[in-house]
């Protein structure tokens, strides 16, 4: 008889007296589950690797304990093949209209900073690079591999990913969390929190900021603001297009994730509508960077 994903976790070796598992929801890669054992809480992450969306579980597993001791991310309390179990924060999951708030995107562009400037110092082992243009070739490659519906859209999406990455230049290296959906940020009524680094590595400030705001729909005077504060400085022109094309190469990398995702996933969840929601946020990101 096949395991189920409850199995998994009543074997694993740190519970203590009765176990009860609830089902968490909104996670859109991996299942999650909310443990209560005798002693505690705890969420349990249950997902094996991902190559098609490049997650390995050794560098999630490397970059959360690294989130941890910067800071910014619950702590690790066990890990296994197949399983990572973290702290339980007693806490809100963040919105999109939550991160448009000036209060609350302020709290979130700190964590961000202090990720970036931090998590390098407590990274242990190896770990990944994500660089947002080979994500987006590789996808094309498996797209095409898996007689997707979508092929016919992807050359030019391709010619188009080729012309941002040129605008992008050369880059500074930080370590990136790579996937700032809202449901990332937890807010305990204190101060925030961010989770699930399956798609961390090293990358440009760039790639994350541009998540940000493509995910959460920030408006283009957030954006300003939000460059000025990472960057400490009002930003110049120059600077501004390369974010403006990394804003729309992060929209154009979701899309494509979720168009593989149609045909990988089997979550319950309508990876077709997020695709045409995602689509059209690229296409605006794209238009925007093509008229700066």
Known sequence: MRMTPQDRILRLPIWCGNVRIEPLGGG???????????TRRAVVRIGDDIPVHQILRFNELAASRAAHAAGVSPAVLHAEPGALVIDFIEGRTMTSADLRTPALLDQALDLIIRAHRNIPHHLRGPVLTFWVFHVIRDYAGTLADMASPHRPVIPALLDQAAMLEAAVGSIDLIFGHNDLLPGNFLHDGTRMWLIDWDYAGFNSPLFDLGGLAANNGLGAGQETHMLARYFDGNPDGALIRRYLAMKAAAALRETLWSMVS???????????????????????????FRQS
């Open 262 to 288: 149609e045909l990988h996933s089997t979550l319950d969840f309508d990876y077709a509508a997020y695709t045409v929601t995602n689509l059209s946020t690229y296409r605006a990101a794209y238009d925007t």
């Open 28 to 38: 859109i890669t991996n299942l999650n589950f909310v443990v209560q054992d005798a």
